[in-house]
């Protein structure tokens, strides 16, 4: 199993002069200790759970075009994309350069997005959620044709673009797709008809693997309704809980969660703390031992 480090927070101490030098350093730790995925959020203002509006967050892709500057190795993605964020065919352009300049290591992490204050307190439509979902599955057929040979017209309900070019194009003719969520009528299906990826929530104990269990069944049922390659999809989950305490309690459940075909799982820093200890002990304690899970 490979491990991702999602850097869901940007307060820690004395974070007004040290945000930088902390983010830099823990990407360099990541890259270097064998971590396969690094992403951030992608949200304007941080979530009400991890602080609210008041704490500090950076834009996304900015925030991704400059991991990419200081790695090498790790993939990178935001957890997720919201759809509403940007017109689908400047996403596809977005993170067509962070593939270009990243040499093939970009991920687009979409969803429906949600947090219905950030886009009231910064302007942004929010449509109903039916709606938000109609924009997702536009955006991902404009990102599909974009990543492709046709640069002709789109025409859908709510996009409409005269022209799909795309140059440079992806290093490896397309981004890959991870949505994520767990919905079961629209979410996985989208995953089914449309994504190389998947993200789920995770949680310790045996009702979290029994939960991811069932999305993944509900999952492989869109697949063979619709006939993709469920065993093509990457399982990802994002896990709540800090393994460094007790690595070996963490892998123990890990080894549940790959039995149902999860092949990586993202972990999050521990809020108000220092990342770049944490991150170290990461890379030193948990990644040799998890790549044999």
């Given at each position: 199993?490979?491990l991702g480090?999602?850097?869901?927070?940007f307060?820690?101490p004395?974070?007004?002069t040290t945000?930088a030098d902390?983010?830099t350093?823990?990407a360099r730790i990541a890259?270097d200790?064998?971590?396969?995925?690094?992403?951030v959020?992608?949200?304007?203002f941080?979530m009400l759970?991890t602080?609210?509006p008041?704490e500090?967050?950076l834009?996304?892709?900015?925030?991704l075009?400059y991991?990419?500057?200081?790695?090498?190795?790790?993939?990178?993605s935001?957890?997720v994309?919201?759809?509403?964020y940007r017109?689908p065919?400047?996403l596809?352009?977005?993170v067509?350069t962070?593939?270009?300049?990243s040499?093939?290591?970009?991920?687009?992490?979409i969803?429906?997005?949600?947090y219905?204050?950030e886009h009231a307190?910064?302007?942004?439509?929010?449509p109903p959620?039916?709606?938000?979902f109609?924009r997702?599955?536009?955006?991902?057929q404009?990102?599909?044709?974009m990543w492709?040979?046709?640069?002709g017209?789109?025409?859908?309900?709510?996009y409409h673009?005269?022209e799909?070019i795309?140059?440079?194009r992806?290093?490896r003719?397309a981004?890959?797709?991870?949505?994520?969520g767990?919905?079961?009528?629209?979410?996985?299906?989208?995953?089914?008809?449309?994504?190389?990826?998947?993200n789920l929530?995770?949680?310790p104990?045996p009702?979290g693997?029994?939960?991811?269990?069932?999305?993944?069944?509900?999952?492989r049922?869109?697949c063979d309704?619709l006939?993709t390659?469920?065993?093509?999809?990457?399982?990802?989950m994002l896990?709540q809980?800090?393994?460094?305490?007790?690595?070996?309690?963490?892998?123990?459940g890990?080894?549940?969660y790959?039995?149902?075909g999860?092949t990586?799982?993202?972990?999050?820093?521990?809020l108000?703390?220092d990342p770049?200890p944490?991150?170290?002990r990461l890379?030193?304690?948990?990644?040799?031992?998890?790549?044999d899970v």
């Amino acid at each position: 199993m490979d491990l991702g480090l999602h850097y869901s927070t940007f307060t820690h101490p004395e974070w007004e002069t040290t945000l930088a030098d902390r983010l830099t350093e823990t990407a360099r730790i990541a890259d270097d200790g064998g971590v396969s995925l690094m992403t951030v959020m992608d949200h304007w203002f941080q979530m009400l759970h991890t602080g609210g509006p008041y704490e500090p967050m950076l834009e996304g892709y900015t925030t991704l075009g400059y991991l990419a500057g200081v790695t090498k190795n790790v993939r990178l993605s935001l957890l997720v994309t919201g759809v509403t964020y940007r017109y689908p065919g400047l996403l596809a352009k977005t993170v067509s350069t962070l593939d270009v300049l990243s040499r093939g290591r970009a991920m687009l992490g979409i969803g429906a997005a949600w947090y219905d204050r950030e886009h009231a307190g910064l302007g942004v439509p929010f449509p109903p959620v039916a709606e938000r979902f109609e924009r997702l599955e536009e955006t991902l057929q404009i990102c599909r044709q974009m990543w492709s040979d046709d640069d002709g017209a789109y025409d859908g309900k709510h996009y409409h673009l005269a022209e799909t070019i795309n140059l440079p194009r992806p290093p490896r003719g397309a981004v890959p797709v991870m949505i994520g969520g767990g919905g079961e009528r629209k979410t996985l299906r989208l995953v089914a008809q449309y994504a190389q990826a998947c993200n789920l929530f995770g949680a310790p104990g045996p009702e979290g693997v029994e939960m991811v269990g069932h999305k993944l069944d509900v999952l492989r049922e869109h697949c063979d309704r619709l006939g993709t390659d469920y065993d093509a999809i990457e399982k990802t989950m994002l896990f709540q809980g800090d393994p460094t305490g007790d690595v070996d309690g963490f892998l123990a459940g890990m080894e549940r969660y790959s039995a149902l075909g999860i092949t990586l799982v993202a972990l999050m820093p521990p809020l108000y703390q220092d990342p770049v200890p944490w991150a170290t002990r990461l890379a030193e304690d948990v990644v040799p031992r998890l790549r044999d899970v």
